[in-house]
């Protein structure tokens, strides 16, 4: 009977610490849940804040836009007169219109960088 008694002890104390080492894990768990939603928070904070300055870009991309398109018909009319006037003249209104496009959408360029940073 002794040696039953010692089987017996022995499995009770596998048993044990299967049970302390399930139960650790167990709490091991719920704390890796709880760092997990922490660092989801964070992130889901830092991605509203993305949004709310996203929204300012958006906008400036839309006024850009519509500078461009602005810009854009004043180039078609520029490039008309210049092609009634002659040629080489029209060249010259082009390239030049086209510089303050370029100038223009590299301002609205600037001006959303700038919002980034």
Do not use: C
């Amino acid at each position: 009977m002794p040696e039953e008694t010692n089987q017996t002890d022995s499995l009770d104390a596998v048993f044990s610490h299967i049970k302390q080492t399930r139960d650790e894990l167990k709490l091991q768990m719920h704390l890796a849940k709880a760092d997990a939603r922490d660092e989801y928070e964070k992130l889901e904070a830092m991605w509203k804040g993305i949004e709310k300055q996203a929204q300012p870009l958006s906008e400036a991309a839309r006024e850009a836009a519509e500078t461009g398109a602005a810009e854009a018909k004043k180039v078609a009319g520029s490039v008309q007169e210049a092609a009634e006037s002659g040629a080489e003249q029209a060249k010259q209104v082009a390239g030049a219109s086209l510089d303050v496009a370029a100038r223009e959408l590299q301002a609205g360029y600037a001006k959303l960088r700038k919002m980034l940073d």
